[in-house]
């Protein structure tokens, strides 16, 4: 289960503590913590003391985190990439037992280590530019695609990805949203708002222009911000979803989990189920 870390929404670390209580064969991933709103001695712990409980079922990734969310704090943070790379540092070393020593421009942390020792807790670190993929390639452990990437895009992540590994291996993971229903048109329907607050987003820009997507952006974003959401769900037309989504019948869903796995990704996260039902009906798809 990986769960998500947004702004003035649920806690990731208390939820995370839920679920593994509830279930002994869970695994849980806390998404995507950033360095910008956390220090990154303060991920390492949180990491590290979920993992002396449940050993074995944590993953931490890193993230700088939406840029909606992080100007609802004041923060616009321009040039993520050396911060991110002081934090992945300080992260690593605490995580590995030992006395952290790092006096960067962004993070100071010296002379100290976690208490709880070294824990194996892979970091997986999301990404969707290419200096910030090739430094999960280069240093974490794996990478995290967002959610609405196109099958091209993830080819074009990966391939950056790639470049910063040279040769060692990353765990490739990507998000996805997804629905299925025997009704085509209702599982369409259950994507429009959601790919609509996701797409509209600038950042998305390399995502839809690899993909052919013909999407009005700046459209989109006036109505979200605007709260006109038969307009903003209209200018999600069945060929965005379609290439931005896992969507639609069951073979359709199962044909689309297949094309991102040929893209070269190794986990897809499935995202965006609103109930036990959707939930269900998702799994029976995939097995």
Known sequence: MWIANHLFERDPVSLAVSALGANPRLA??????SPFTVHPVQCAMAAATL???HPGRVTLCLGVGAPLDLASLGLAIEKPLRPMREALEIVR???AGESVSHAGQSFKAVGRRLASGRRDVPIVLAASGPQMLELAGAAGDGVLISAGASVEFVRWCLSHVERGAK???VRR???VYAAVDADREAAYGRMRRLLAVLLRGAHHRMNLDLAGTQLDQEALRKAVAAGDWERAEGLITEDVIARHAVCGTPGEVKARIAAYGAAGLDELVLSGARDVRQTEALLEALL
């Open 93 to 95: 070393a605490l995580l």
């Open 167 to 169: 040769g060692r291996s």
């Open 51 to 53: 993992d002396e409980i």
């Open 28 to 33: 849980v991933s806390l998404m995507a913590v």
């Open 173 to 175: 993971c990507g998000m």
